[in-house]
């Protein structure tokens, strides 16, 4: 890298604002703490940053907005503004009694596909990197290598042929065919693995052990509540995969009443095509919403944990 | 499991620093026992899929004699097929044009968060992370319907417009369409990537960059940039994962543009086709082994030229 790039110059308008801010509150105390110079934040920048904010939000606000609208205000009003009927409750209410509520059957699969698939891939990862990151044994590199490779296989590799492996052993058209393989998450591994180098002290897992603790005690009483912020972490990446699952549901099951919300919601897009079409797309988009109410929130719920996760991660001084 | 007194009240660092070969003769088992369960799966999901993948890949089904070991002529055969280059040429051109617009676009983004100069970053950091939560069933039929003539922003704006200007699922604009919709979902997850590499720069190099008078843009280019160089290999290598297996958005899509998304679109939905439309298993998993090699040998080039650049 050269070494001869000059100091960027301040546009003059930032730099006014700047020196005025400077006046008002002469010694500004550490109130960025991790800002590099501490620089006064500016307006401009704010704004021209969000154009980020728009993009991100635009579909989701024409979803919720095209909730509010019967299938015929869809196609007469603007996708952007509401529709002069606002029926958003009465599309809830039909999305959920449709065909018998097979949508609440949805969402319950959903649910166990997220809490034991997600769940079991949370802790096969934690207590699987904690041990790669904590134990000296043989074959340790060649696990970790294995595994970090297996970050590069693609689904479709694995899927048609775990789809062949299952359905010899009888597993397809069953929650097992969903759950065991959302049960590995490789990257879960690593984030667990580099997390454990640095936030469970050596030297006291070597006190525990001095004490005659068993190291699974000792896992489950110390070490876990060092690791908690990365293994909600993981928990969060683990229920976005399982919750967002399309490819493997799709290919293992032809029954719909084990669907997960993902599948049955396109089988809904897809029969307003073809032959007999029955075009329910009210009930696809207020169940499209529906779907990810939950994740949103669960998302924004858990952000104190995972954000702290990734700033305790990054604290190494 | 013995019970003692709590060990924590042990952490007093009294512990010699020498490792004794007492200590790792315990380890050996006892760290197989922590990684068994995680590892028990995995052969089942992962190794034994994969070999029998290759085990497929070697096969056919014949009129005459049945099952019949073939050797290399599945790959020979997929190698002259072109429906699979159209395909892989696909995906080729969407990695060259999509991955730098989203990886560059993440990148700013992480550096505006990062700067202390937007008000309201963590506000901004949640926001343009969000849509990676949207399920990608859910975030296709989105933008799929606002693509659409239906009842889509597209067709709004082509009415005021009063032509037919806005085509997002033209033939010419189909990949471009597909393009943004999976910008949409992972810029956010590549800005966080990112971002957590920002935080772990030791304050005291920005301290040092202060007192040699450097500006802001100084400090991008001589320690946030290469600093980020790991994170930038990492989300590149993911990219181009997620490129090569594209299949969720042209698939959802495809109810939508039945004619121009062909079942040989991409080389995963071409698999996806053959195998569960064709039962041309053999086939299928030729294409699954081709694919994932090709992958796993641009993952490893992607790799070694970014760790050599960081040795230097």
């Known amino acids: 890298m050269s070494t001869t790039v000059a100091p960027e110059v301040r546009p003059s308008d930032e730099t006014r604002a700047d020196a005025a801010s400077a ?34 939000l635009v579909p989701l606000a024409w979803l919720v907005i095209n909730a509010t609208k019967t299938q015929s205000g869809l196609v007469s009003s603007f996708g952007l503004w509401f529709d002069d009927d606002f029926v958003l409750f009465q599309n809830i209410w039909e999305t959920l009694t449709y065909r018998d509520g097979i949508f609440v059957r949805w969402f319950g699969n959903t649910l166990l596909y997220v809490v034991l698939g997600a769940g079991g891939a949370t802790l096969l990862a934690t207590l699987a990197g904690y041990g790669l990151a904590k134990f000296r044994f043989t074959g340790r590199r060649a696990i970790f290598a294995v595994v970090l490779g297996a970050i590069a296989v693609p689904g479709t590799a694995l899927a048609v042929p775990t789809f062949l492996m299952f359905s010899q052993l009888g597993l397809t058209n069953t929650p097992w065919a969903i759950i065991i393989p959302s049960l590995i998450s490789p990257f879960g591994l ?7 180098v640095d936030s469970v002290p050596t030297e006291l897992l070597e006190a525990a052990r001095m004490d005659g603790a068993g190291e699974f005690r000792t896992f489950f009483t110390i070490s876990i509540r060092l ?17 967002n699952n399309y490819f493997l549901p799709l290919i293992m099951l032809s ?10 919601l396109n089988q809904w897009n897809a029969q307003a095509t073809g032959v007999g079409a029955q075009p329910i797309y009210n009930l696809v988009i207020t169940g499209s919403l529906l779907t990810i109410i939950p994740i949103v929130v669960a998302f924004l719920g858990l952000q ?12 190494k001084q | 499991m013995t019970t003692t007194s709590p060990p924590t009240q042990l952490a007093a660092p009294t512990e010699p620093r020498a ?57 020979l055969a997929l190698l002259a097929d072109p429906q699979f280059w159209e395909g892989f040429g696909r995906v080729v051109l969407f990695l060259l044009v999509q991955v730098p617009i989203m990886l560059g676009l993440a990148l700013v983004a992480a550096l505006a968060i990062d700067s202390a100069r937007l008000h309201a970053s963590g506000f901004f950091r949640i926001v343009i992370f969000l849509p990676y939560a949207v399920p990608a069933v859910v975030a296709v039929l989105m933008w799929g319907f606002i693509y659409g003539d239906n009842f889509g922003l597209a067709a709004n704006l082509n009415d005021w417009l009063g032509s037919e200007v806005v085509t997002p699922f033209a033939r010419n604009w189909i990949l471009v369409s ?36 450097a500006g802001p843009m100084r400090v991008i280019t001589g320690i946030k940039l290469p600093a980020l160089r790991g994170a930038i290999v990492i989300a590149t290598i993911f990219s181009i994962i997620g490129s090569f297996q594209l299949f969720n958005e042209p698939n959802i899509l495809r109810t939508l543009a039945p004619n121009i998304i062909t079942t040989y679109f991409t080389p995963n939905m071409y698999a996806y086709n053959l195998s569960f439309a064709g039962q041309q298993y053999n086939a299928s998993a030729t294409v699954a082994i081709v694919m994932g090699l090709i992958t796993a040998v641009i993952a490893y080039v992607v790799q070694l030229r970014g760790s050599r650049k960081e040795e230097r």
Do not use: C
């Open chain 1, 23 to 56: 006046r008002r509150t002469p010694r500004r105390t550490r109130r960025h703490r991790n800002s590099p110079l501490r620089p006064r934040k500016s307006v401009a920048f704010t704004l021209m940053m969000s154009i980020f904010v728009i993009y991100s």
């Open chain 2, 178 to 213: 597909i393009g943004n919709i999976v910008t949409w979902e992972f810029v956010g997850y590549n800005m966080l990537i990112f971002y957590s590499a920002l935080r772990v720069i030791p304050t005291d190099l920005y301290e040092a960059a202060e007192l040699d008078g």
């Open chain 1, 190 to 196: 690593y984030l667990i693995w580099v997390y454990a």
């Open chain 1, 304 to 315: 104190r944990f995972w954000q702290s996760g990734l700033s305790a991660g990054s604290v």
């Open chain 2, 19 to 75: 490792r004794r070969s007492r200590t790792r003769n315990r380890s050996e088992w006892k760290g197989l026992a922590f990684v068994a369960p995680f590892l028990i799966v995995f052969l089942l999901v992962f190794i034994a899929p994969v070999v029998y993948s290759v085990y497929l890949s070697l096969f056919r089904e014949q009129l005459i004699g049945g099952n019949a070991f073939v050797g290399l002529d599945n790959y």
């Open chain 1, 227 to 243: 690791l908690a912020p990365g293994i909600v972490t993981v928990l969060l990446f683990t229920v976005v995969a399982t919750w």
């Open chain 1, 255 to 264: 029954d719909p009443t084990w669907y997960p919300l993902t599948v049955g």
